[in-house]
């Protein structure tokens, strides 16, 4: 019998079989210290542009472009186009990744991708380049063993995710007819745990910025000056001690007014998914006697639908050159999660304003780099979603489940919206261990085996529906 379905399982044969040629395939990219932030090499990315291309090539797709914008880090297209009649996928994935963090704390070295207790250690492993190339590796499987896919694919490589996808607007007027689709695949987000294919049905937003305080015009011997003189540091320790109460809510006002209702899929997950806090503080590493800022019961609903502040980053002066001193400056990093219901653009003005209201004793405050993107949610309706489930149970031998999401993509919302509303499946190959954007960031190697499976098994079943929407 050669129906879909049968085709597809030998083609999953293949991808098994030939895990460890696709395995290679990552280790090169993740060689590439394709940083996207601001002060690395750029033309890392566009190195690593080039060597998604020639993975492309090398696995069967056509069309290979490096689609560039001024001023942005390079995109990757590519495309398999023939099957006449059938839906059309856009598969994304980014290629760039977040600087490596404090190198002495790798076990392994960031850049060099090591294989250790049945994962693959390094910058960009799980995110996002092994989602990179469980599209590259699902399709080469297609190809090989039937010399074509049973549905039209094209790939979106994205070289700006991680600093913000700044030029998405650009992108989409310049390329919104090219990557036209019926559905869009994100292979960048997390299952669950390692074993239970997950579907992610919400991301939040994110509004971030960096904020400077100064008091003078150059440090002071802390000694000879200090009493009389304002301390900036201590000025915006005091201002960010104001965004949040004793039990860590934040106080600026009204900011969770807005905050909506999860929607129907998503109150479904939150009630089916049980995460204990024991599993919790395993997963995230937090230390016996450090308390949770919620209780156990609100932990994924916290995270995912209730908007929170971090400081990602705060600098004055420097261990290095720590001094007896008044320092004159100070910068921080800092953001709020946003969640369905809020406006980004509402809440970073909030936060703004509330800085400002509780600067003490007169300091100058300075804002730059302000970034507003939006949360995103789905309904699961679309015909697409079941054939999703199909393919993960056929992938992972176990159902799949609906989940949301802390972090950000902001490439989702403008472009399900530029796609007139194409489903978006977000099915990714990270998992609570990756410790993506943190040291010894690592891929769960039989996931990832996994995942590639239940992409293949994705094509036939999108292929078999009679409608995706
Ligand atoms: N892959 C992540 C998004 C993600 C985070 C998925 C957590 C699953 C779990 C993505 O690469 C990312 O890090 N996004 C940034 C977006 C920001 C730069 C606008 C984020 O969430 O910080
Ligand atoms: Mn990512
Ligand atoms: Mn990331």
Redesign the pocket.
Known sequence: MSDLSTQSAVAALYADDHNSEFLEDLKLLARIPSVSFPGFDPKEVERSAEAVAALCKARGLENVEILKLPGAHPYVYADWLHAPGKPTLLLYA?HDVQPAGREELWKSPPFEPTERDGRLFGRGCA??KA?AVAHTSAIASWLKTHGSLPVNVKLIIEGE??CGSDNLEPFLEKYAEKVMADVIVLT?TGNFDHETPSITVALRGIVALDVTVRSMDHPLHSGMWGGPVVDPVLALSKMIASVVDAKGRMTIPGIYKDVAKPAKASEASLKSLKLSEKTFREQSGLFKGTKLMVSPKDILRSNWYIPSFSVNAIQASSKKDCANIINDSVWAHMGIRVVPGMNPKKTLADLKKHLVKNAPWGVKVEFSGETASPSWTTDTDAPAFTAARTALKKGYGRPAVDMGCGGS?PFVGPFAKALKGAPALLIGVEDPLSN?HSENESLHLGMFQKAIASAVHLYAEIAALPSVK
């Open positions: 980014h995110d996002d989602g995710e991680e960048d993509i993506p």
